[in-house]
Structure formats: C-alpha cells, structure tokens
C-alpha cells in the first residue's frame, strides 16, 4: 500500500463538515468516519483534529453536545448547523472546481497550448 | 451571522473559561479512552494501549492551547498574563509605583480641574435647545464704541421688520423689592419680553411663562417665580393665582421656573414682563439686552446684513429721546453668538491655563520617563532573559507598557478623585467668574478626557524605556551582568532630553506667572480715586415707585433716612449714590459742553451718576474744586453738576477753569452749572483709564433714569459686624418699614471682586509654577544623582588615576549647567512665543518684559545647578578602592 498523503493544508475543516453531516459524531468518531471513508489513504494527526473542531464550533458552523458514545462513555457530540451545511456545500463546489482546474493544467498536452 | 456566533462563542469561553477548561480535558480524556479500546481489542495490553493512545495524540497542552487560540483566548489570556505581571512587578517595588501614580495623579487631577471648567465654559453647549441659533444683539457706534445693548426702538425695529430672526427678546437684569407677609426683601429680577422664555425653550414647571399680553404696558401685573425663590419664599406651596407684591405693586403668580433654568449670567429670583412701550421708545439711550433666535441656515453675516437694512427704518420710525443726545449717529451691528457673549473675555484665560496646566502634565511626564528609565535599566538583565527565552521586542515592551498604562489608569482614577474635591474650591474662588448658565462639574466628557489623557501619557512616558530596553543585544546584555563601566550613550541622550524639556517647560511656566505676579501688582498699584476701605459698610436699598410714588418725597426718605443713619453710634460719615464704583452698571448719556461742543456733532457717551451730599467725604474721593453737593441742590432739584478732574482738563484745559461752565444732555433741556471738581474714580475697571464722569443730584427731570434703588455708603469702624448692620435696618426702618436691605458689602468687598479675575489667574499660575518648579527641581537631582550612582566605576578609576574630586565634581556640575542653560534658551524662545496668549491677561507689563525673563531665568538656573550640586557632592565623599570594587 502506498504512504498515506499529508492532508493538504486547510482541507481538513471542509472534511469535518463533511463527516458530521452524515450524522452527529464525537471527535474520536469523526477521525474513523474520515478514515474509513479514505480507506486509510490519509494521515490525520489526531491532535490537531481538536483545535479545528473548536475552531469549527466557535465559526457556529457545527454545534456540540455531550452525550453517551455506544460503548457506554460520556463524549461530546458535534453535528452541522444550517450555516455548517451552507459553507460545506460551497467548500466542496470550490474545491471540486479547483481540482478540475488543476487537473485540466496537470495534464495539458504539448497539442493544447 | 458568523460574526454573532463568534462573539457568543468568545464571550462564552471568557465568563465561563472554569466549564471550558473542564470540557477540554474531559473531552481529550474521552478520545484518549475510546482509542485506547480500540488498541486495546486489536491485541494491545491495557497499559500499552494507553502508551500508545497518547503518543499517537500528541503534545496535549499544546493541542490545548490551540483550542484556546481557536476560540479567541489568545490575547486575553496574555493580557492577563500582562496584568498578573505587572501587578506583582509593582508590589516588588512600591516606592517606584507609588511616586510614578502620585506625581501623574496630581498632573491628571490638575488637568482634569482645568478641564471641566473649559469644558463646562466653552465647549459644552448653552443649556437650551439649539444653542448654536441663538445670538446677542449687540452694536457698534461709528465712533468706535463697541458691544452695546439694544433698546426699545431697536427691539421693535427688529420684531416688526427683520427677515432672518425666528423671534427676538428684550431683556435687563434688575432688582425688586418684595412686600407683604415677612419681613421686606430685595430680590434680584428679570425683566423679559414674552419672546425670551419660549426662546430659550423653557416649560414652566407649573402654571404658564408670559404671553404677548401681559407684555403690554398697562395690563394686570404678572411674575415668574424661579424654584429657588418658591421654594425659599413659599415652601413650594401652591402659588398660581396668588398675589405677590413686587415693587409695591400685587403681581399675580402665574407660573414658576423649572429648577434647572438658568439665563446666562443672571441668577433671577422672578421673571417680570418687560412691557416695552412703543409709544415711550426713542432712539437711544441703549439700556436693555437683544438677544435673537436665528432663522434655520442663516448664518450671523446674514443677520447683520439684516440688521444694517433696518437701521434707516429705526431712524425713521422713532423719535430721539427728550432729554437725551439728540441722534444715535452710526449704528451698526455687532453681533456675537450667545455663547460668546456670556462667555466674554473669561475665553482667553482659560485657554492660558489650559495651556499651563498641560505643560505640567507634560513635565510630569518627563519626570515619570526618567523615573521609568532608570527602572528599566535596573531590569535590564531580566528583559534580557525573556528575550534570550524567544519573547519577541514587541511583547517585552508591550509588558513595558502595559505596566505604564496600567499605572497611568491608577494615577488616572487617583486624579479624577482628586479633582473632584478640588473642583467646588476653585469655583469657590471662581464665583464672581464663571457665568452661571453654565454647568461644571466632573461628568463624563471630563472623566473620558482623563482616561484618555491617562492612558497618552502612560504611553509617553513609557515609551522612551521601551524603546531603549528593548533592543536585542542579548550576548552583550548578558555578558556584563549588569555591571558595565558606563551607562549607554544612548540612554544619557534620552535623560539629558528630558532635562532640557523640563527646565524649558518651566520656565515658560514661570515667566507666564511672573507676568501675573507684576500685573497684580501694577493693578494694585492703580490709584482707584476712592479708598476701597473694608471701613465703608455699603447696602443697597431701595424705594420703588410703587410704594412712594412721588419722587420729592422718595428724595425726602433718602435724605431722612441718611440723617437717622449719620446719628449711629460710631458712624463717622455717610453718604448714597446711584452706584458705587466697581458695582452695577448704569445709564450714560452725551454732555453737550457750552461753547466747546460744536453743534450738530454728537458728543460722546459719559456715564452719569447721582450722588448725595457726603458721598464723596465717605469713599475718600478728593474734592479739587468749588463744592460738594447740598441737600437743597436735591430738593430743590437745582440743576447743578459735578465733574472729574480728567473731564474738566479735557474740556475746559484745567480743573479751575471748569468751576461755573455749563453742560447739558440735549439742546431741549436747560443748561446745568458745575459746582465742583472731583478726583478722577476708576468706576469700572482698574486697568482701563478712568471714564470722564458727571456726578448730578437727585432731580425731577432725570427721573426716568433713576431706579430707585441706591447704594448707601457708611464709614464706620464697626463696619462689618452683625449688630452694626442691625442697627443700620433699624435706622432705615425707622423711616419707612417697607424697605428692604440688600447686598450688605463693604467697599473693600466691591475692590476685591474687580481684582478677582487677576487674582484668581495669579493664584493658578502661581500654583502651577510652583509645581512646575518642584518637578523640575526633583527631576534635575534625580538625573544627576543616577548619574553619579551609574558612574561610580568610572569615577572611581578616575581617581585611582589622580584625577582631583574637585575637577570631577564641576565636570559634573558643568554638564548639568550646560542642559539647563539649553533649556532655558529654549523656554525663553518658547515664552515670548507663546506669550502673546497672555497679552489680554497682563496690565502695566509687556508679556515680553525683559526684566521678568531675566529675573525667571536666574532663579531656575540658580535653583536648577543647586539641585544638581547636591548629588554631585557625593563624589567627595567617595573612596576610590571602594568605588572600584561597587557593581
């Protein structure tokens, strides 16, 4: 298996947006959503995930409640606010829209210029 | 939205910040535990399972710490590290923090003082609605005489023709006397058209204010009560409809004043409708007070032209006066706003103490800065540290000034304090000053001013250390430990700066109050023509024509009244008159002098005053020629005169030559004799020359002019005490028991109050000064005793060498008497600049008097390489091997 990828710099909010829009999950939650939905082709340093949920919460883009998690502990639960669905949906248009970009110039031909 | 959310988000994290602490390590504990279990079921032992857990997670205060940063914590949590900081820095060394918040409290508390006084006066708005549309109506005559009133004529004029005025008032102060029930009162009055309240936007706060009705001369008399006279005379009982006797005269009650109405200068016991007669108005004299609303967007040029279009319509419609100067020649208008009006002159000298009391602050500054810099090179090595631990320049002077700013505040909040209580004591010694419409006292604006002035100078003086210390030289910083040989060149530089600023700056100071200190004198020093004797005990008192409505007989009461007066015991001489010098203002009119007058030509305006025999025997007013008045020149309404010395030399060449010639107001009257010549009185103002003046009997034709009330003068050496003034009610009484005794002074009292104004500004000067002095002189010793202390080492060295103490000590002296000699080039340069402020302010000096420069000049350099010398000294008391040896 290939060396899982470095997140790109500033990806990671938009990933979390989208995880939790699935459905509320805990932080530890939304590190597996995210790589069981990658099939582990993506490195996410655990410790980093916080800063950007509580960042995410302090924007009101996704809101957190405590709960119980599954196997009978306390953990606090995120889920999308409105303006959390509003801003994923714009994300992933931006971003579906710079990666054909990229990919148009990545693979120009010699014929095309 | 986001924004909002922010802002919940961060107020959240900050007034909950124990829950948000909490939920943070519960909810990292919780991601650790679940990763655990996963370890944990892919084959892990517990304890390795939770090894792992951790170490996959990373640094936890780290991730901790950025959460905090996430929601918005950063700069609250240094700030509070800043302040926790600061607050134990200053507990370490109190001496420091205490002199720094007292000297910059007692600057603060200065200049807050100073400022509310300048904010109450100039800046704060006249309490009425849309202040900045109301104007005085005042004019100029083509001869050159300027602010005059307004009068009947011109009151009409303006009401019935003007194109820009919204309404216009007529108004004058006055007194009147109160009969009835209680004992008999003199209260002060305002006669107002029934323009003036509505105005002024005034809503009574019971019955009604005039309406043109009662402004007619003839209909049923009505007054105005203030709250404060309800209150006094009536226990704010029901008054609407009741009768009050005003001048002898039952006036109906019809309203009473809110308690926060007050007109200008005039502080008015009730309201009386002027009822202008325009049947009875002539052109000139000018007796009674314009004021106008402004038209919205008219401006005062556009009045004025206004005004200039209805001057031939005065003319035309109205008669001169009879008995008065024939024709008002030229008059223009010469209008002001309101606001200027009232506050007249008093502009200029409270810019000046603005502008001092702002040099002290500043000076204050500077003694904070040096007092800051040697602080800070005390804490060098510590700077150092943090530096070397990777705090960057702008944290470590942000600390720096953080811990200025927040001493600042201190001194800021010590300052407001302090103003507060000294601010009712200077109003106190004000009183006669400050127009009373205007409200002073510590609000807002003020308190906002000093926080902003708190937090400037923090800066200010601040700023130099953090500027010096916080410069990145760790290698060097750290590798002398604090000892070095010499002090930076760099940091001398900044001290010897603050030293020059502080001797200029005081010195601009005492100049300003040595002007001061000569004017006082040179106005002292004025010959007043009268002796203003704390000996003549003067009350106003009054016989209206309500009550007495014949004037013979009026004349007669005076004359009984002045008789049973003389025959107290202790009384040496007595006397009345119309007013008394430095008192009220009253009537002038035009002297057509025989043969010297050309005819056709107006004559100028001379002020006139009615005196009784006595009179001038009792204020010590010389009699240079012929004679006094007799009570028969009163009775018999003789028309005789009697002059100043100053006008019978400009009129007749010599005080001699003016015995026996004649004089007289208008063609239509007879002609009148001078009798006799007096010395010449300053009646007004001590600094202007003395006004050429008419001194005439009591007579039937002048009536018009007389107010009926009358200052009686009593020289006694019991003058002054309580039984004295009973004994002179009871006197008065004994001849007419409705008459009032009002403002119970002696001349002293009338001399004072036209010197308070030079008083009062020579007080606060010389206060300031003093100050000034005293920080000057403290910063002086401080700079050189550091710099004695910082060069031991190299003193030291220096007499192991051989150098001689007495050379090393005026080394230092020298230096010091370099600075302070810049200093005071640059404060002498300053002061004849900034001088010409004071030009208004200063009488018998010129505000560039050399002899003052010199004299200011000498004593701060005596004073200044005295308070140097001292610390110098020190060095003679030194042992080399000792000094060596110091850190």
Known sequence: ?113 | MSAMARLRSWTRALFRRSTLEREMDDELQSHLEHRAEDLLKAGHSTAEAYRLARLEFGPVAVQKDEMRVAVGLRLVDELHADIRQTLRRLRRSPAFALTTIVVLGTGIAATSAIFSVVYGVLIQPLPYPQPQRLIALTHRSSNGQDRLPASTALYFTYRDHNRTFESVALWTADTATITGAGTPEEVRALDATFELLPMLGVHPQAGRVFTSTDDQPGSAPTVILSDGYWQRRFGAGQVLGRRLTVDGVPHEIIGVLPRSFRFLRQDADVVLPLQPNRARSFVGPLGENGIARLRPNVTVEDASRDIERMMPMLLSSFPPAPGTNPRIQGLHPDLRYLQDAVVGDLRDVLWVMMGTIAMLLVMACANVANLQLVHAEGRQHEFTVQAALGASRWRIARGMLGENVLMALIAGALGVGLARVALPALLDMAAGQVPGALEIRIGWPVIGFAIAVSIISGFVFGTAAAVRHTRPAISAALGTSGRSVSTGRESQRIRSGLLVAQVALALVLLVAAGLMLRTFQAVRSVNAGFEPSADVQTVDISIPAGATRDFKTAIRKFNDIQDRVGAIAGVDVVGFASRVPMGRTGPSGGFIVEDVTPIGVAPPQREFRFVSPGFFTTIGTPLIAGRDFTWTDHHASRRVAVISERMARREWGSVPAAIGKRIRMSSAEPWREIVGVVGDVHHESLVEPPPDSVYLALGEPLAQFMSRTVTFVVRSSRAGSQDFVKELQAAVWSVDGTVPLANVQTLADYYRRAMERTTLTLLLLGVTSGMALLLGLVGIYAVVSHLVSLRVREIGIRLALGAQMGALRRMLVGRVLALVLVGLAIGIVASTVLASLMETLVFGVTPRDVATYLQVSVLLGVAAVCAGYLPAQRITRMDPTSALRAQ
């Open chain 1, 1 to 113: 298996m290939a060396k899982p990828l470095d997140l790109l710099q500033g990806t990671l909010d938009m990933l979390i947006l989208k995880a939790v829009s699935l459905g509320p999950l805990h932080g530890y939650g939304v590190l597996l959503r995210i790589q069981q939905v990658a099939k582990d082709r993506l490195e996410i340093q655990q410790g980093s995930l916080y800063p950007a949920l509580y960042r995410l919460e302090h924007q009101g883009l996704i809101a957190g409640e405590w709960g119980t998690s599954e196997n009978g502990r306390r953990a606090k639960y995120y889920r999308l606010t409105t303006s959390g669905r509003r801003q994923l949906a714009d994300e992933t248009q931006k971003w579906h829209r710079m990666a054909d970009v990229i990919a148009a110039v990545l693979s120009a031909t010699p014929e095309e210029v």
